[in-house]
């Protein structure tokens, strides 16, 4: 959904650029230029549980244990974890090769494989070791989540559903799996149930997680619901107050209600957090444009032309300053930056 303005001063060329004027829905990816939305809005999270017990066994005993020529899969699974525990990815991966090689059906070592290779980042290969512990373990909570995670990364969200959705069936109530299963949601634009998936996950004790408080709001923003939007965000900046991020969705929600001045306050606390960073400074720009401070907005914006060229959103912005100040050559000039970005 998103969010429109009224200010239109510069008739049907400012249309061209009217994406510039809107905020996008809430997503996890960053958006891009060539969209013309205001960016980087509050990203969504899901609390991954994909850390394992492992065992503090002493690899060296272990390494004595093989080299004296036992070879059975209990002694690679504790190397392994052990392995695990050190955040030693590739050799404990390696490990549970060979539990598979002696027990290829081990659903803990297939699972164990699944998180290893989920660490170093292989999502697809992971992916395959959950399914195929899923077939021995079909109503195992953690690897159904694992899964679930899994195709998350992979952009597989409706599937991704369907696993936390069995977990939750076979038992699991964790504020993990409901605001995982929200995440699911949401990215489905279904903003209604996942705002009722999060808030499940406040109630099963994720109140303090500020994480999953951003996520009950952007479900919210999701619906249009801006002002009980605020009011989870504002819970969020009472446990971290100084997250750039989370300042910026605030401010965002604020320039909805039309409260410019606080909105400004936001985009300058989170710039002073994150000096360098140009969505933010966009953002600010935008909303000065949105009050008609035009120096001010000038600044910011090319500021951000200057460090990003390629923002077809910020030329298009700075076109429409340079239009309202009658300087129709210069706004030209950005129009044509804007749409050559934009082909």
């Keep these: 959904m998103n969010f429109k303005t009224k200010w239109d001063p510069l008739g049907k060329i400012q249309n061209l650029f009217k994406n510039s004027l809107q905020v996008r829905k809430l997503d996890n990816q960053k958006l891009t230029n060539q969209e013309g939305a205001r960016e980087e809005i509050r990203k969504l999270y899901w609390v991954g549980n994909l850390a394992l017990e492992v065992s503090q066994t002493n690899v060296s005993l272990l390494d004595k244990v093989l080299e004296s020529g036992v070879d059975t899969p209990e002694i690679w699974k504790l190397k392994g974890e052990s392995l695990m525990k050190q955040e030693q990815f590739f050799e404990a991966n390696y490990c549970f090769d060979q539990v598979l090689r002696l027990a290829p059906n081990d659903a803990e070592a297939l699972d164990s494989k699944g998180y290893c290779l989920y660490r ?158 140009l969505t933010y400074l966009y953002n600010k720009g935008v909303c000065l444009v949105r009050v008609k401070c035009w120096e001010k907005a000038l600044n910011c914006l090319e500021e951000v032309v200057k460090c990003d060229p390629n923002h077809s959103s910020a030329w298009g912005q700075l076109g429409a300053v340079y239009l309202a100040q009658g300087k129709s050559e210069e706004a030209l000039v950005c129009y044509n930056n804007a749409l050559g970005l934009m082909k």
């Design 120 to 277: 170093l980042g292989y999502y697809e290969i992971a992916l395959s070791c959950f399914i195929q512990a899923l077939t021995s373990r079909s109503r195992d909570v953690a690897i159904l989540t694992n899964t679930g995670i899994c195709l998350c990364h992979l952009g597989r969200y409706k599937e991704a559903l369907t696993y936390f959705e069995r977990a939750l069936r076979n038992g699991g109530c964790s504020p993990t799996l409901w605001n995982n299963k929200g995440f699911c949601l949401f990215k489905l634009g279904r903003y209604q149930e996942a705002y009722e998936a999060y808030k499940i996950a406040l109630d099963y004790g994720g109140h303090e997680l500020v994480d999953l408080l951003c996520n009950v709001a952007a479900a919210l923003v999701g619906m249009g619901a801006y002002k009980e939007a605020l009011y989870y965000f504002d819970r969020a900046l009472q446990k971290d107050s100084e997250d750039p991020l989370l300042l910026n969705n605030v401010a965002l929600c604020l320039e909805e209600q039309g409260r410019y001045d606080l909105a400004l306050k936001c985009y300058e606390k989170a710039l002073s957090y994150a000096p360098g960073n």
